[in-house]
């Protein structure tokens, strides 16, 4: 996955590492070790584990944690705040007299401890972690309560003004939580490895409702006040909200979609086959643990493609094309109810866990319901992502990047959002497959995710498991996967599984005969999948003419596709060869599409040209107000001295 272009991601890591090297929590340093693992004996788990240490949060969870949230909210839309309580069941350690919070940009107005007023302290904001709330508390508190308010920073929060939504009537907000965004919006103990319960009462507009990653209304009632429950034990990444003018229409018994009134038919349309991939799922790695599964087609500005909240995954509406051929993205999700939300990585530094295991069970789910050859298309496209990718951060210096387990001292886990974890990780899985085979490496997955399940993992663990219960087991396996290759080397093993695709080849078949001087009109096209026509725009010359670019626009209609992971390449070329005739679909696309993804290599294409420059700046103020926190800093480190 191209997740992030390769200027931003120098320009990004470098931004953070310098400003960034002296931030991080130097208190909390001194009660641990500086490698990122301590060892202790955990009497719980079956194995002698080394606890990871997240650096991403100024929780102790050894000394006090919370266990549950009760949270209630009011949603105001005028003043763009949420203002509500906080109630936390906690758990202390005997002679620990402090619990710590993650919070960053919010009002702390009042803090009770079992219903006394508290003497809390907020510290100085640290750049990359905020802000530490410290809680006086003793072995026998129970309860922490804290009153406070969200501030126009709340980086995980969009607040959309009513022309900003499909029905233009109504405004609209989201959150995006992952990775260390929910503490902008709730105080929290926000580390993937820490886990607790939910129940939220949350206050919207009348002609409004309300969804959470959680069970939910399927109706708009009259009092404008929502409850829910999630009662699976969650980390805080995974908290999510999303208010507007929503319907909601079943696809199956377990399945349903939300969606503004005039996108609903539509999306019911595109979903229909959630339910198949549900049951194929579970047919693969066993029962699905979190009740229903819905999905909410949020509006364009959404940064991502998807993201997994529980019970409830949060989707572009990007990937609404009309055919139902861009739903592997729900496949993802739906894979993250598993691997990501069942089994969770410790740390960001073992997002690959999360990621790339989602990506093997996305294609597994895919071979599942769509066939072998479907399959093979969305393997190869990930390992062009994964080629492309490595060569661009070896380039751009952040190489040390390649390596599956990261190394995020003092830097924003955004950092770790690149192809790696997914395609690489992918790679590794498949390479597994391959060398014990399917019905092995079957077993052992089934085994993982019932052994860890609502627990964490990291990447040592996960080495030592797979060890023990897999290659041990399978002679040679070891020596021929070198899985310590793949986490701690960086760049692409040379062991990386070929994948064979008819539909693959003939794609590049009639770039190459394109190349060689055969008209666009006489090329084999008939039939092709989406995924052949980004192989064959990838398989172009980089630098194309005018009248090449017009050519292939007129035969194919790319400008005017209603695939956006056609028009998104299309559009890189269009920005690289200052293809004039579509830029009134790139900026169209630019100023209306919020999901980075997409943005990275366009702009990056724009910026990369001293002639576009100021038509990137031009169309970015244009698009800001439409884009989520997430994306516009990306952006914007990317024109920074520009
Ligand atoms: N969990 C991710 C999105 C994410 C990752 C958000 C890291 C914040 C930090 C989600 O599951 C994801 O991978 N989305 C992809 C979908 C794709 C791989 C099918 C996306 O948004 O492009
Ligand atoms: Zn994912």
């Known amino acids: 996955m191209q997740h992030f272009s390769l200027q931003l991601k120098t320009i990004l890591s470098s931004l953070v590492l310098f400003s960034l090297f002296t931030a991080c929590n130097p208190e909390k340093k001194t009660t641990e070790t500086n490698t990122d693992v301590i060892t202790e004996t955990d009497s719980t788990a079956q194995m002698n584990t080394k606890k990871p240490v997240d650096i991403h949060t100024f929780a102790i969870p050894e000394e006090a944690k919370i266990t549950h949230l009760d949270l209630k909210l009011n949603v105001d839309f005028e003043n763009k705040m949420l203002s509500g309580v906080a109630t936390y069941d906690i758990e202390v350690q005997n002679n620990i007299d402090k619990i710590y919070l993650d919070t960053r940009s919010l009002t702390i107005e009042k803090v009770e401890v079992d219903g006394q007023k ?65 503490r902008t919006w709730v105080p929290t103990q926000d580390s993937p490895g820490i886990r607790f319960t939910y ?79 549900l049951d194929a799922a579970e047919k693969l790695y066993g029962e699905y643990a979190w009740g229903r599964y819905d999905l909410i087609v949020l509006p364009p500005s959404f940064p991502f493609g998807g993201m997994e909240n529980p019970r409830l995954t949060f989707a572009t509406p990007t990937i609404l094309a009309g055919d139902r051929s861009l739903t592997s993205l729900v496949a993802h999700e739906l894979a993250h109810s598993w691997s990501g939300n069942l089994v969770t990585n410790a740390t960001w530094n073992d997002f690959w866990l999360n990621e790339g295991f989602t990506v093997y069970f996305e294609n597994r789910i895919m071979e599942e319901v769509y066939g072998k050859d479907y399959a093979e298309m969305l393997a190869l496209i990930s390992y062009q992502d994964l080629k492309n990718e490595v060569e661009a951060m070896k380039k751009a210096g952040s190489g040390e990047d390649t390596r599956l387990k990261l190394d995020l ?12 974890a997914y395609d690489k990780g992918f790679y590794l899985l498949k390479l597994i497959e391959n060398t014990v085979g399917r019905e092995k490496f079957d077993i052992f997955l089934n085994q993982y995710f019932t052994e860890f399940a609502f627990k964490t993992t990291n990447t040592e663990d996960f080495l030592t498991y797979l060890d023990k219960n897999l290659l041990s087991k399978v002679e040679g396996s070891m020596q021929k996967i070198n899985p310590k290759e793949w986490i701690y080397e960086t760049g692409i093993p040379s062991n990386i599984p070929k994948i064979e695709s008819e539909r693959y080849d003939k794609a590049i078949a009639a770039a190459t005969s394109w190349k060689e001087g055969t008209p666009a009109a006489q090329l084999e096209t008939k039939d092709w999948a989406y995924q052949q026509w980004l192989f064959f725009l990838s398989a172009l010359p980089e630098d194309l003419t005018s009248q090449q670019m017009e050519e292939l626009d007129k035969q194919f209609e790319f400008s005017e596709t209603g695939n956006n992971e056609i028009l998104g390449k299309w559009l890189v070329k269009v920005a690289h060869n200052q293809y004039e005739k579509s830029y009134p679909q790139l900026r169209k696309f630019l100023v209306n599409v919020g999901r980075r993804k997409f943005l990275s290599p366009i702009y990056g294409e724009l910026i990369a040209n001293e002639k576009t420059i100021p038509l990137a700046k031009e169309i970015y103020e244009e698009a800001k107000p439409n884009y989520h926190f997430v994306s516009s800093s990306s952006i914007e480190k990317m024109l920074e001295g520009k």
Do not use: C, H
Not at 409 to 420: E, L, M
């Open 409 to 420: 001292t003092d830097r924003n886990p955004d950092d770790g959002v690149t192809s790696i």
């Open 199 to 277: 129940t939220a009462e949350v206050t919207v507009p009348k002609e409004l409702m309300a969804v959470m990653s959680a069970e939910n209304p399927q109706q708009k009632n009259d009092s404008g006040v929502y409850t829910f429950k999630m009662e699976q034990p969650i980390p805080a990444y995974l908290l999510a909200l999303s208010v507007g003018d929503l319907r909601f229409q079943p696809i199956g018994e377990r399945t349903g979609v939300y969606a503004e009134p005039s996108m609903i038919s539509k999306s019911a349309y595109e979903f229909e086959e959630m339910d198949k991939m």
């Open 118 to 182: 508290a003497e809390f302290e907020l510290a100085n904001e640290d750049q990359n972690l905020g802000q530490k709330l410290a809680i006086p508390v003793t072995s026998q508190s129970q309860k922490v309560t804290i009153t406070y308010q969200t501030s126009s920073e709340a980086e995980a929060l969009q607040w959309l003004s009513p022309s900003q939504t499909a029905g233009k009537k109504s405004p609209f907000l989201f959150t995006q939580s992952q990775a260390i965004l929910a």
